[in-house]
């Protein structure tokens, strides 16, 4: 029941924490069998958030075991599900415990559940995928092997792909993949477990690999993303089939490797090349204008619609920045007194989000029904999300309506410095052709 509670509160504050959130591959989830789903972890506990949203079906996730030294807290976690994993090198007192603990999850399976792991092992905020633990390829075979490979386990893994987790309204694309079936393993456990268990484990690092975006020269992600912001727009007008944020993904995969090949044989242009987008970039910045600005050829202000939307929507837009203000200021206030590490910091905005929106709502609630009739109490209640997000689209609108606004003032009044941007950027797209180019006649 617990857990069922905080399914339903996490969904709708992603739904208001994201900008987007598109899932591809849900038809690979397969039905009537035990799941282990397996995730690369990038953001802490937002990633097992995500998924338990997503994924139609209680899922029993693996926690590091450090976080159950409480009593209460250890009660709490199991409601939610969480079943505690002791690492050597944090708690090796307690790696004893995980005997106990994978034949718990033997018998989770063995009763038709789904476990959720992580196999990085640890959560971190880059886009790169460490090294596979072994420990799914363990539990997967374990409980297959206890049941004669009677129980028809499939491992399904799962990418989770951010704009950047930490940001308020990014985005998000999970894309699930091939299952991997544990009986196609049956002949080979029974002949050498140990190279059973390594294949399994690679296996599954191959199949995270096709579904997350690897930047392996953490130094190369800065310029990569750099290039993404005007590239990927260029390459995605020539496939408009796919959603936009499966384009996007597929042509960042291709990015990278075209970015790694180009430096690899002809690192002399690259430095020169990265100091000409960075420039552009820059200019943009202090011009306060966007790279799709320049890229447009024709800014539609749509003058009348919008001026009808900000008019009309006004009283909207006063209603639900009131009732919402205090609640988002004081949750970003709470996560950033708090010092966390790096990938924590989005988790902790979900989490303040969630309990401190909830808190204020209920307040609010109360104060307002010992003023207003029953059915006004109703309306109040049910407007308070929704006009939320509607407050947060109408700022978005807004601003973008004025950075339109000013990008035809500086067209106007300074011309020449437009012109020379689209120049600069028709240059960079050129070099970013030719390096595209290269490296497509390199895998003929």
Not at 176 to 196: R, S
Not at 341 to 369: C, H, N, P, Q, W
Not at 395 to 423: A, D, M, P, V
Request: aromatic content about 16%; charged content about 25%.
């Amino acid at each position: 029941m617990l857990y069922r509670i905080f399914i339903w509160l996490f969904s709708l504050t992603i739904k208001g924490y994201f900008r987007s959130i598109y899932v591809k591959g849900m038809e690979q989830i397969p039905e009537s069998c035990p799941k282990i789903f397996v995730a690369n972890h990038n953001s802490a506990f937002m990633d097992p958030i995500l998924l338990a949203v997503h994924i139609n079906q209680p899922l029993y996730f693996l926690a590091r075991g450090e976080s159950f030294k409480s009593n209460i807290i250890s009660k709490f976690f199991r409601f939610l599900h969480m079943i505690p994993i002791y690492k050597p090198e944090i708690s090796p007192d307690e790696v004893h415990k995980n005997k106990m603990i994978f034949q718990k999850c033997f018998n989770h399976l063995k009763g038709g559940k789904s476990i959720l792991i992580f196999p990085e092992g640890v959560s971190k905020t880059e886009r790169n995928l460490r090294k596979i633990k072994t420990g799914t390829a363990r539990i997967a075979l374990g409980a297959e092997s206890q049941n004669n490979f009677s129980l028809n386990t499939k491992i399904v893994p799962v990418g989770i792909n951010y704009s950047n987790p930490h940001f308020f309204r990014s985005d998000v694309f999970i894309y699930f993949g091939k299952p991997i079936a544990l009986k196609n393993y049956a002949k080979e456990y029974q002949l050498n477990m140990t190279e059973t268990v390594t294949k399994v484990t690679d296996d599954i690092r191959v199949s995270l690999e096709e579904l997350v975006v690897i930047v392996k020269d953490e130094k190369l992600d800065r310029l990569i993303r750099q290039i993404e912001i005007l590239y990927r727009s260029e390459l995605r007008v020539r496939n408009k089939h796919e959603h936009k944020a499966a384009q996007d993904f597929y042509l960042s995969q291709e990015i990278v490797k075209a970015v790694e090949y180009y430096k690899k044989i002809k690192p002399e242009k690259m430095q020169a090349f990265e100091e000409k987008i960075n420039k552009y970039l820059k200019t943009l910045k202090q011009l306060k204008i966007r790279d799709t600005q320049i890229r447009s050829s024709k800014i539609k202000l749509k003058l009348f619609s919008k001026t009808l939307y900000f008019i009309f929507g006004f009283p909207f837009f006063l209603y639900g920045y009131l009732v919402n203000i205090i609640p988002f200021r004081a949750a970003d206030y709470l996560s950033k007194k708090i010092t966390v590490r790096k990938d924590f910091i989005g988790s902790m905005k979900i989490a303040f989000g969630m309990f401190v929106f909830l808190i204020f709502y209920v307040l609010e609630i109360i104060v307002f029904t010992s003023f207003i009739h029953w059915y006004w109490w109703i309306v109040f209640t049910l407007s308070l999300y929704p006009l939320g997000l509607f407050t947060v689209n109408y700022i978005k609108n807004y601003y973008l309506f004025r950075g339109n606004f000013r990008y035809i003032y500086l067209f106007i009044r300074k011309s020449h410095l437009i012109t020379e941007l689209q120049i600069t950027r028709k240059e960079i797209i050129e070099e970013l052709e030719e390096g595209r180019q290269l490296y497509l006649n390199s895998k003929d």
